[in-house]
């Protein structure tokens, strides 16, 4: 055994070698971008493969820091507070060769505005987009908005006259189940440039030779092959046999097997991003459950019952292995509005939550289906799996249903689901992202993805006044008045702020981004 180790060692460390002298990076992870449409699902591995090809106007770098990209200035007007300015970056051209300019800016801002959009929230309080010569775009709010800047960091930019020639001026509904060119093709301006996609199997890229940023940044990888690599085991073993060189999601089980490995590490950081349970809590009536003509979910008492039966550290230590750290509310601690006493993880107390569950009118419990994603999220329907016998415990019967994100995300969309779970990543670092999606009433500008059935108009009222707010101390009042809401209607269930663990050749360099992002123009490869 001790001879098979050492040569499994030494061929890891050969075939890691000549891929990185190759400077071909091979990178896999549990899940695939849903598609290449750039505006039509917010979603993080989507973002994380675009973010190789297209690029927005801002970016963050891999420490979560916002830098210029396809603009080099910007900053608020003088002469009109409502009005943001951007410089343009020229130069730049697309990978088929047109060149970029503030033409493809305002037209892909008000894509991104449209019905279809998932970025449509992001700009909300967006009234007009507008070019101010060749290389000049201003952004017209609703009042004027203190943190416009900080939602555009993955707001990709199309070439105008790519998309008109491609019939690709709507943004595909992905929701629907639509199929368009560009949820298929690509033509940004990034680092990289799309060879080839086999969605689910392999996405081939290559280094965009005529990249503005060739001097900038290290640009040592020139070929990337990415592969979704669902099953925990396959991965795993790939990245150890050295048939990949990077993975995003290495198993909690395996991080001392693969960091104990010669010619392999693990990095390891908290991400920007906490897991959840959403629960249906607006409709009259369930169609998941056993209980006619009311719904269990809707009482106050039994959403409490939950979150109480909920032990974050039991799924901590037995299914995370010590990488989580429990959440008691619905946002990262990265995040603007983030304190500790609202993070209080509440105590896992069965007798008290059946105690609910009675005074609810439930003491003999009810049935209801769980949906959950299964190549999302670390140990995604491991966690649900546990939660299932955690709710046992105070007579709720779950049903599993897991399914791959790309079944599971539009029964929250399509308000299919009345029990699922969330991951939530906020590339603002701030409340307001959170509110617009996940607290406000969905509707045609917000709460896209609330699937909760949760709304309240005053609190709507609010939501959309922190984006003219300039007046911090008043803006963060806000925030913490809207948490509050949020916490004591339980619109959620929180379980756990996730911890990244990047696993690597050792002749790869690069720190772990907050955002679960490699933006692999940054990456550097060792000799």
Same mark, same amino acid.
């Given at each position: 055994?001790?001879?098979?180790?050492? =040569?499994?060692?030494? !061929?890891?460390?050969?075939?890691?070698?000549?891929?990185?002298?190759?400077?071909? =990076?091979?990178?896999?992870?549990?899940?695939?971008?849903?598609?290449?449409?750039?505006?039509?699902?917010?979603? @993080?591995?989507?973002?994380?493969?675009?973010?190789?090809?297209?690029?927005? =106007?801002?970016?963050?770098?891999?420490?979560?820091?916002?830098?210029?990209?396809?603009?080099?200035?910007?900053?608020?007007?003088?002469?009109?507070?409502?009005?943001?300015?951007?410089?343009?970056?020229?130069?730049?051209?697309?990978?088929?060769? !047109?060149?970029?300019?503030?033409?493809?800016?305002?037209?892909?801002?008000?894509?991104?505005?449209?019905?279809?959009?998932?970025?449509?929230?992001?700009?909300?309080?967006?009234?007009?987009?507008? !070019?101010?010569?060749?290389? @000049?775009?201003?952004?017209?709010?609703?009042?004027?908005?203190?943190?416009?800047?900080?939602?555009?960091?993955?707001?990709?930019?199309?070439?105008?006259?790519?998309?008109?020639?491609?019939?690709?001026?709507?943004?595909?509904?992905?929701?629907?189940?639509?199929?368009?060119?560009?949820?298929?093709?690509?033509?940004?301006?990034?680092?990289?440039?799309?060879?080839?996609?086999?969605?689910?199997?392999?996405?081939?890229?290559?280094? $965009?030779?005529?990249?503005?940023?060739?001097?900038?940044?290290?640009?040592?990888?020139?070929?990337?092959?990415?592969?979704?690599?669902?099953?925990?085991?396959?991965?795993?073993?790939?990245?150890? /046999?050295?048939?990949?060189?990077?993975?995003?999601?290495?198993?909690?089980?395996?991080?001392?097997?693969?960091?104990?490995?010669?010619?392999?590490?693990?990095?390891?950081?908290?991400?920007?991003?906490?897991?959840?349970?959403?629960?249906?809590?607006? +409709?009259? +009536?369930?169609?998941?459950?056993?209980?006619? @003509?009311?719904?269990?979910?809707?009482?106050?008492?039994?959403?409490?019952?939950?979150?109480?039966?909920?032990?974050?550290?039991?799924?901590?230590?037995?299914?995370?292995?010590?990488?989580?750290?429990?959440?008691?509310? !619905?946002?990262?601690?990265?995040?603007?509005?983030?304190?500790?006493?609202?993070?209080?993880?509440?105590?896992?107390?069965?007798?008290?939550?059946?105690?609910?569950?009675?005074?609810? @009118?439930?003491?003999?419990?009810? /049935?209801?289906?769980?949906?959950?994603?299964?190549?999302?999220?670390?140990?995604?329907?491991?966690?649900?799996?546990? #939660?299932?016998?955690?709710?046992?415990?105070?007579?709720?019967?779950?049903?599993?249903?897991?399914?791959?994100?790309?079944?599971?995300?539009?029964?929250? $969309? $399509?308000?299919?689901?009345?029990?699922?779970?969330?991951?939530?990543?906020?590339?603002?670092?701030? /409340?307001?992202?959170?509110?617009?999606?996940?607290?406000?009433?969905?509707?045609?500008?917000?709460?896209?993805?609330?699937?909760?059935?949760?709304?309240?108009?005053?609190?709507?009222?609010?939501?959309?006044?922190?984006?003219?707010?300039?007046?911090?101390?008043?803006?963060?009042?806000?925030?913490? +008045?809207?948490? #509050?809401?949020?916490?004591?209607?339980?619109?959620?269930?929180?379980?756990?702020?996730?911890?990244?663990?990047?696993?690597?050749?050792?002749?790869?360099?690069?720190?772990?981004?907050? +955002?679960?992002?490699?933006?692999?123009?940054?990456?550097?490869?060792?000799?």
């Amino acid at each position: 055994m001790k001879m098979k180790s050492i =040569l499994l060692a030494a !061929a890891v460390l050969a075939s890691t070698t000549a891929l990185v002298s190759a400077q071909t =990076l091979n990178w896999a992870r549990a899940g695939d971008a849903l598609t290449l449409d750039p505006h039509a699902q917010n979603e @993080g591995p989507t973002t994380a493969l675009a973010h190789q090809i297209m690029e927005p =106007l801002i970016i963050r770098d891999m420490t979560g820091a916002p830098v210029p990209a396809l603009a080099t200035e910007w900053g608020p007007s003088e002469s009109d507070p409502n009005v943001w300015w951007f410089k343009l970056r020229e130069g730049v051209k697309f990978h088929d060769g !047109a060149e970029f300019d503030s033409e493809d800016v305002v037209f892909s801002f008000n894509r991104a505005m449209s019905d279809d959009s998932d970025y449509k929230e992001l700009l909300a309080s967006v009234t007009e987009v507008r !070019a101010d010569g060749k290389y @000049g775009f201003e952004i017209v709010t609703d009042g004027p908005n203190p943190i416009m800047p900080s939602n555009l960091t993955n707001l990709f930019i199309m070439d105008k006259d790519w998309a008109e020639a491609n019939n690709a001026v709507k943004v595909q509904d992905y929701e629907g189940g639509e199929d368009t060119f560009a949820s298929r093709n690509a033509n940004g301006t990034g680092p990289y440039v799309l060879v080839s996609r086999e969605t689910d199997a392999k996405t081939v890229l290559t280094i $965009n030779e005529d990249y503005w940023g060739m001097d900038e940044f290290p640009m040592q990888i020139k070929e990337i092959i990415y592969t979704p690599i669902q099953n925990q085991a396959t991965r795993v073993a790939a990245l150890l /046999s050295g048939e990949v060189d990077f993975i995003q999601d290495v198993p909690v089980q395996d991080l001392a097997r693969v960091n104990d490995t010669d010619g392999l590490k693990v990095i390891t950081a908290p991400q920007n991003r906490v897991i959840f349970f959403g629960m249906n809590q607006g +409709d009259a +009536d369930l169609t998941t459950d056993n209980v006619e @003509g009311a719904n269990p979910l809707a009482d106050l008492r039994v959403r409490q019952a939950i979150n109480m039966a909920i032990n974050r550290e039991a799924i901590k230590q037995v299914v995370m292995r010590g990488q989580s750290i429990p959440a008691g509310v !619905a946002m990262p601690p990265f995040v603007n509005g983030w304190t500790p006493e609202l993070d209080v993880v509440p105590a896992n107390d069965i007798d008290a939550a059946n105690a609910l569950m009675a005074d609810a @009118g439930y003491g003999d419990g009810f /049935s209801i289906r769980l949906n959950c994603p299964n190549d999302r999220y670390i140990n995604d329907e491991a966690i649900c799996q546990a #939660a299932v016998g955690m709710l046992a415990q105070i007579g709720i019967t779950v049903q599993l249903d897991a399914l791959p994100k790309a079944q599971h995300f539009p029964l929250i $969309n $399509n308000l299919e689901t009345d029990f699922y779970m969330l991951g939530w990543g906020v590339p603002t670092y701030d /409340s307001e992202y959170i509110f617009n999606f996940l607290v406000h009433t969905k509707g045609e500008k917000y709460g896209s993805w609330n699937g909760t059935r949760f709304s309240d108009p005053d609190l709507d009222v609010t939501i959309e006044a922190l984006a003219s707010e300039t007046d911090l101390d008043k803006r963060n009042q806000m925030i913490a +008045d809207i948490w #509050a809401v949020v916490q004591a209607e339980q619109i959620y269930i929180p379980i756990h702020h996730q911890v990244l663990n990047w696993g690597m050749s050792d002749k790869v360099g690069t720190v772990v981004a907050p +955002d679960d992002t490699p933006k692999f123009k940054y990456f550097e490869l060792g000799m």
